[in-house]
C-alpha cells in the first residue's frame, strides 16, 4: 500500500512550499491506475507539479523529473 510521502505545508515532489504555488492533494498511486481514496494514498502536493505529474506513479514521475522541473517555477 503506498503511503503519505510528506506533509508539514510541503510539496512531496519539489519540496517547495504550499504557499507560494499553491497547494493540492494527490494520490501516490492514482485512481485512474487502482489507487485507492484513502488518506494513506494522499500526499501534498504544489500546483504546478501535481498537474505535471499526471496519472504516473510517483516511482515513474521521479524519473521524469528532470525534464519537467526545466518548466516549473523554482521552489
Known amino acids: 500500500m503506498a503511503k503519505k510521502i510528506l506533509s508539514a505545508n ?5 519540496l517547495g512550499h504550499l504557499e507560494l504555488f499553491g497547494s493540492a492533494v494527490d494520490h501516490v498511486a492514482p485512481l485512474s491506475r487502482g489507487g485507492p481514496h484513502i488518506l494513506q494514498n494522499l500526499t501534498d502536493a504544489c500546483e504546478p507539479y501535481n498537474r505535471a505529474k499526471g496519472d504516473p ?8 523529473l528532470t525534464g519537467v522541473a526545466r ?3 523554482p521552489s
Not at 10 to 14: E, G, I, R, V
Not at 57 to 64: G, P, Q
Open 71 to 73: 518548466h516549473l517555477p
Open 10 to 14: 510541503t510539496c512531496a515532489y519539489c
Open 57 to 64: 506513479l510517483v516511482s515513474e514521475f521521479r524519473e521524469r
